[in-house]
């Protein structure tokens, strides 16, 4: 398969999703920064406070923490608050209310309450944004029991990830890729199903080279294997979710080709390739052909946007990379 394809985009994808929600269940109120009036910052969720009234689409005030710490209170009361953080970077705030409340209420009450709790988050680069507004912090809460952490690139994924959220029963937060709000064209990717609504999915079948990724950069990993193709055969398996993460589907792909690479968009270090990587030298070493590999920015903050392209991993070196491993 070559060239694009046109798909409904994410942020139109989203706005269906909470539409559809919020007239199925009355349970369901929206909270975030401006998303009433003004829809959010990317317009995600316009129009529905027109539709549902502002009492169910609420804006509110610009304090992360009191966003996420009024949403525990009406998850535990036995209503489903989707919250709305503006950028990654202005999720530090909120740290302490996801961590020691949401993730823990359910133990707390022994089992008794199963608060549904959801945090969408705009994350990651490629916008030209400023300090704060690129940051990928996917690995900070995916660590963490508990909290539930899924990394949608289309908008298929996100809307069937949210309508699983919502019902869940404890606390899951939904990086959306900025940049793919709304982008209308992506590289063709393999109809192939989920096996599970948390599972992984292999986006494109292939035999010398895993690429394992998720969020945006999954776009660039198809690119670049389209690029590379009939003389280099890569498999592309994006994540979707890295809390719970689908090993399953990665060994079953690693045995398959026998070899790794994991690309993301967050640091390397620390990170979830790192994680990816000591599993499958833990499970799927003798499938090996070669050492696991990861491609991912170098730990320092996210520069500038006129030096952004020399931060961010690209087609390019997704290509590099994979030839340097096949040779």
């Not at 942020?11 to 009036?37: C, F, K, Y």
């Not at 959306?176 to 292999?202: D, F, G, H, K, M």
């Not at 660039?220 to 589907?249: C, F, K, N, S």
């Amino acid at each position: 398969m070559t060239g694009t394809v046109r798909s409904p985009c994410l942020a139109e994808s989203i706005n269906t999703a909470l539409a559809d929600l919020l007239d199925q269940d009355p349970r369901l109120v929206l909270i975030g920064e401006d998303i009433g009036r003004l829809g959010g910052v990317f317009r995600v969720t316009r129009g529905l406070r027109e539709r549902f009234g502002a009492d169910r689409v609420r804006d509110a005030l610009l304090a992360e923490s009191t966003i996420v710490g009024q949403a525990v209170g009406m998850a535990m009361s036995g209503l489903v608050p989707v919250c709305e953080i503006q950028f990654d970077g202005f999720t530090y705030p909120a740290v302490n209310q996801l961590v020691t409340q949401a993730a823990r209420v359910g133990g707390r009450w022994n089992g008794r309450i199963s608060p549904s709790l959801v945090v969408r988050i705009p994350t990651a680069g490629g916008f030209r944004g400023v300090e704060h507004h690129n940051d990928s912090n996917e690995a900070l809460f995916a660590r963490v029991p508990g909290i539930s952490v899924a990394c949608p690139s289309t908008g298929e994924d996100a809307d069937q990830i949210l309508r699983y959220a919502v019902a869940l029963g404890s606390p899951v937060v939904v990086y959306e890729p900025i940049r793919l709000y709304w982008r209308r064209s992506s590289p063709p990717r393999s109809a192939e199903p989920a096996r599970s609504p948390t599972a992984a999915r292999v986006v494109r079948r292939g035999t010398d080279l895993t690429v394992a990724t998720y969020g945006a950069i999954t776009d660039e990993v198809l690119e670049a294997a389209h690029d590379l193709a009939p003389d280099v055969d890569v498999e592309v398996v994006d994540l979707r979710w890295v809390a719970p993460l689908d090993m399953d589907t990665v060994l079953e792909s690693v045995g398959r080709t026998g070899r790794l690479l994991v690309v993301h968009e967050a640091t390397k270090d620390v990170g979830i390739g790192a994680e990816i990587a000591a599993s499958v030298a833990e499970y799927g070493h003798d499938a090996l052909r070669g050492p696991v590999r990861r491609l991912a920015p170098d730990r320092r903050a996210y520069p500038p946007g006129d030096f952004e392209k020399d931060y961010m991993i690209g087609v390019r070196e997704i290509r590099d990379e994979v030839l340097v491993m096949t040779k």
